[in-house]
């Protein structure tokens, strides 16, 4: 019999509520995704400063043939051929800069702004053809919708319609002149203006036609497809990706603490000089709880140890896996500048070995030296190659191909066996043996740590005053003895009170009922009674008196006994780990002095002395376990080797995980990684990164990073808003036409919503949203913080932290006034102060300031003194000791300038960004600005500051005009003023 199911109008209402919901969240992720789409897309522009260009004639465009002394420079080191033509871009369209008196007019638009741009091939003959891939745009910030509406030349949605309806035609060109007139048409029905005109709306344009080789737009080509894939509905595949880009907080849950149950998660560590440091350490713990989809976010000022935490996150992963016997992680540190991702690769590459004993430490594979492997773009291939990176890329190329040869693999087979038998002393004979052995010992030191883990933690529970095991043994048998010794006192007191009472006549005791009597007996107990015995009185007869002594000494029996069960305990404890301890001497494992086990008093004593030993122990083990199987795993045949099909790209990656755990690359490269061809087209293999590392993202902004989110299962994102921010190539009034574009707002005053989330353009950073994503606070600011500071002296370092970091840093130098070994006093040179030079006004040069006189003093100084500063520094490469910052790239050339030859090469003078991730012993900064000045760059942002500051590991002198800076202590320049000139003010000029 049929029973209709009937819902209720109420669940009814919620199931469509819950529908709609989801429906909106879906759209809102959407458009979240467009809108990032649409800002990378608006930034395809071309920086007339930062490029160079060639001025060419509109009827040589129009002809198709450029004239030799125009375009002959751009095939010198060209790389972006294709076939036997370079890429070129034309810009026949650009607004023209128009001045009244010296005031600028249209000071919306910076200097030489294309409006218009047309890809293009040039051969070596001068002739223009079609591009292969690209089409013509205009940039995003002139077309409707916008907010400021006077730099609009033509619609979007115009621009739209017309590239649907002659995309075929763009992409079919059979010769220059159609293209061309394809491009002149594209221009004119977007403006409804002739391409000859020299204006567009209310805006005037240059005469002259531009020509750039194309070496911009390339970057984002990797980014945007990314992105078109997501917008398809793939957005839906990623949580990692969601959690970015959703437009609310993350809900906040507790710290967790340290403790005894956390540690032995924490399996791996690369290093084995030192130890985490508790904010390190905090770090782990909660990286150790990350799920799919979560986003750690860890704020990490300067020389706090960002290169030992993302060494460790990746250690402990890979021995993970290795214990669990899976595949080995697929890791990816990516940044979007290549010194921040080349300082990554440099860090994996040189581990410091702890040992000398035996060669666990080294490679025992032909080949490979780091454990980082470089994918860098084919203009750095070349410079990868010099500085001897490992660097490869999705076709397998270089590394790769050359560690995967017949010839390596045999060679590397050979070595490993003869290195695996010389570990364990004995001969093995195949590949499988060596594995089963590895891992059998790898799982045999977790088992050990769990061992000394649950004895310790048996200890921590009765070790309440932080005591060594040895030190809680040898007081706890000094507390027994001094009971036995009370115990036979007490004793011996009871004797005495039995004798005394005897002497007392018995005819007192007979008659004490009577008053008289009772006062003479209760006199003479009284007079017995001393000054610890407080359980007696007078009034009590010897049996109580007796009575009472038996309950204290029973107390004390029992106390003695506690205290003998309890050492009996500590000292199985002992004896336990112990024998773990000779268990792994036996081995040969550790010897004894790099275990002093028994002096640890706390979690952190014992986590520290564990870092240094098992686990990077374990870290090496893992990494033979992975060798091993590397070399007896399934290889890429001649065919498969270059392709990008789906099983191909995932064996390459496999493989590479196990010799390479780390892949290291720029955030325009990451797309291409994961780019497979499957069932006759493309796709990404998303979430297939197990853990994406954001290194430097306070200089990334969301939208170049966002789309990569979206390969990884998990990020942990590295940075600092208190370092050199990102580069922002959209303004505040066209991101927010974006986002309404977009409809990810509905009014203006719904952008600082975004803007507070993070999820904006134009001023934000992938820190920034990181810490929105995240679910942890420190210190009352979302993400973890890294607090121990080691790199300068206590002096330099507390400008920082009273400037941005609220007093969070913990400086662990010392002041280096008390630091004996240090010889900057001896040359008169503070570790914190300012030299005066005296200046009245700076002078400028294209838009960019210069003080000679001061370029010069700087100089001087530097002359007389760099060869005491070598001196003071004979381990240190000469390179690595002086360093001159200055805020305007015109200073730079005026120091270089009056630097002598001889030191040129060996001071490096730069702009702050320069500096941004590097130190020197000794930094000198040019404040430039005269006394009438002002100083309104250097406190236009704190960061500037705080970076170059910290850059300086010894000394940070400020050369200048002290009245340049600001008398009020709330301005960067202010507080500089203030603690340079308490530390040392010396008078140049």
């Known amino acids: 019999m049929y029973i209709p199911f009937v819902l209720s109008a109420h669940t009814l209402h919620i199931y469509y509520y819950n529908v709609n919901e989801r429906t909106h969240f879906m759209q809102m992720n959407l458009q979240m995704t467009q809108y990032f789409r649409d800002s990378i897309a608006a930034k395809l522009s071309i920086d007339f400063k930062k490029s160079s260009y060639e001025i060419v004639s509109f009827e040589d465009i129009g002809i198709g043939q450029i004239l030799e002394e125009s375009y002959q420079n751009f095939f010198k080191g060209a790389n972006n051929y294709s076939g036997d033509k370079i890429e070129i871009v034309i810009v026949p369209k650009t607004i023209k800069t128009i001045f009244e008196g010296q005031e600028r007019v249209n000071n919306n638009i910076k200097d030489l702004s294309g409006i218009f741009f047309i890809p293009a091939l040039l051969d070596g003959s001068g002739r223009l053809f079609p591009p292969e891939v690209k089409t013509p745009w205009i940039p995003r910030e002139y077309l409707f919708p ?46 409804g203006c002739e391409i000859t005109e020299p204006i567009v709306g209310s805006i005037e344009l240059e005469d002259k036609i531009y020509l750039f080789k194309d070496d911009t737009i390339i970057a984002t080509r990797n980014i945007l497809a990314l992105y078109d894939d997501l917008i398809k509905g793939n957005y839906k595949k990623s949580k990692l990706y969601l959690n970015f880009i959703k437009q609310e907080f993350s809900v906040l849950e507790p710290l967790i603490k340290n403790s005894i149950e956390e540690s032995p998660k924490h399996v791996g560590q690369m290093g084995g000089e030192y130890g985490l440091s508790p904010s390190q350490r905090e770090c782990l713990i909660h990286f150790n709880h990350m799920e799919e989809g979560d986003i750690l976010a860890v704020n990490g000022p300067p020389g706090t140890g960002k290169t030992t935490l993302l060494q460790t996150l990746v250690a402990n992963l890979y021995v993970k896996r290795a214990l669990n016997k899976e595949k080995a992680p697929v890791i990816v540190a990516s940044s979007t500048n290549n010194q921040a991702v080349t300082n990554i690769i440099e860090s994996f590459g040189n581990i410091k070995k702890k040992w000398t004993r ?68 004995t001969p093995i004979l195949s590949l499988k043996d060596c594995e089963e052995k590895i891992w059998h010992r790898l799982n045999g030191i977790k088992n050990d740590s769990n061992t000394i883990f649950k004895n310790f933690n048996d200890f921590f529970a009765m070790n309440h005053n932080e005591k060594s095991i040895d030190m809680f043994i040898e007081d706890i048998k000094k507390e027994i003895e001094d009971g036995k010794e009370n115990l036979q006192k007490l004793q011996a007191r009871v004797k005495e009170w039995q004798e005394e009472y005897k002497k007392i006549p018995f005819y007192y005791r007979w008659l004490k009922f009577l008053p008289n009597f009772k006062h003479k007996v209760q006199n003479r107990i009284s007079a017995f009674i001393n000054l610890e015995e407080a359980f007696l009185d007078d009034s009590m007869g010897i049996e109580e008196i007796i009575s009472n002594y038996s309950s204290v000494i029973k107390n004390v029996r029992n106390s003695i006994h506690e205290k003998e069960e309890l050492s009996k305990k500590v000292k199985d404890i002992k004896i336990n780990i112990q024998q773990v301890i000779d268990h792994l001497v036996n081995l040969n494992v550790l010897k004894t002095e790099d275990f002093d086990i028994f002096s640890v008093k706390n979690i952190d004593d ?28 399934k290889k890429l045949t001649a065919k498969q080797r270059g392709k990008n099909f789906q099983n191909v790209l995932t064996l390459f990656y496999d493989n590479l995980s196990m010799i390479t755990p780390c892949y290291v690359m720029t955030f325009y490269q990451l797309p291409k990684l994961l780019l497979a061809y499957d069932e006759g087209q493309q796709k990404y293999l998303y979430n297939k990164i197990d853990l994406l590392i954001v290194d430097e993202a306070g200089q990334v902004t969301p939208e170049i990073a966002a789309c990569s989110f ?34 990810v707002i509905k009014v203006k ?7 507070t989330l993070g999820l904006n353009t134009s001023e934000s950073s992938v820190m920034k949203v990181a810490c929105k994503s995240c679910k942890f606070e420190k210190f009352e600011e979302r993400g973890l913080f890294l607090s121990e500071h080691r790199r300068c002296y206590d002096e330099i370092i507390d400008y920082c932290n009273k400037l941005v970091y609220k007093g969070h840093l913990e400086p662990k130098r010392g002041l280096g006034a008390n630091d004996k070994d240090s010889k900057l006093s001896e040359q008169s040179i503070p570790h914190f102060g300012h030299y005066q030079i005296d200046s009245i006004q700076s002078n400028k040069r294209a838009g960019s300031r210069y003080n000679e006189v001061e370029a010069r003093e700087i100089a001087n100084w530097i002359s007389e003194n760099f060869d005491n500063l070598k001196a003071m520094y004979p381990k240190i490469n000469h390179k690595n000791i002086l360093g001159i910052i200055t805020p305007f790239k015109q200073q730079v050339s005026e120091i270089k300038k009056a630097l002598p030859e001889h030191i040129k090469k060996l001071v490096d003078v730069g702009t702050v960004h320069t500096f941004q991730g590097g130190e020197r012993q000794v930094i000198i900064m040019s404040t430039v600005y005269g006394k009438n000045d002002g100083c309104y760059f250097i406190d236009a942002s704190k960061s500037l500051l705080n970076v170059a500051v910290s850059r300086s590991k010894d000394s940070f002198l400020v050369f200048g005009e002290i009245n340049c800076l600001s008398s009020s202590e709330t301005a960067p320049s202010g507080l500089l003023r203030n603690m340079v000139t308490q530390f040392n003010m010396v008078k140049i000029s």
């Open 606 to 633: 014992l986590n520290g002395l564990l870092d240094t030993s098992l686990r990077y122990l374990s870290f090496w083990l893992a990494v033979h376990y992975y060798e091993c199987r590397w070399l007896t795993a």
């Open 710 to 743: 979206s390969l990884a299962k998990q990020a942990v994102v590295v940075g600092d808003v208190h370092q050199i921010e990102p580069v922002w190539n959209i303004h505040r009034k066209l991101d927010i036409s974006l986002a309404k574009t977009a409809e």
């Open 358 to 425: 035996n060669n666990l430490e080294n490679r025992w594979v032909e080949g490979v030296n780091s454990f980082a492997v470089y994918f860098p773009s084919a203009s750095k291939a070349t410079e990868a190659t010099i500085k001897g990176f490992h660097h490869t890329n999705p076709k397998g190329e270089n590394f790769f191909e050359e560690v995967e040869s017949d010839e390596n693999i045999q060679k590397s087979q050979e070595k490993f066996i003869k290195e695996c038998s010389t570990y364990f002393d």
């Open 146 to 191: 916008l907010i400021d509406e006077s730099l609009a030349v033509g619609s979007l949605e115009i621009f739209d319609d017309f590239m649907s309806a002659h995309i075929h035609e763009f992409k079919n060109c059979p010769d220059w002149a159609s293209y061309f007139e394809l491009c002149k048409g594209m221009y004119e029905q977007i403006t």
């Open 749 to 755: 005053d719904e952008f600082d919503n975004l803007t």
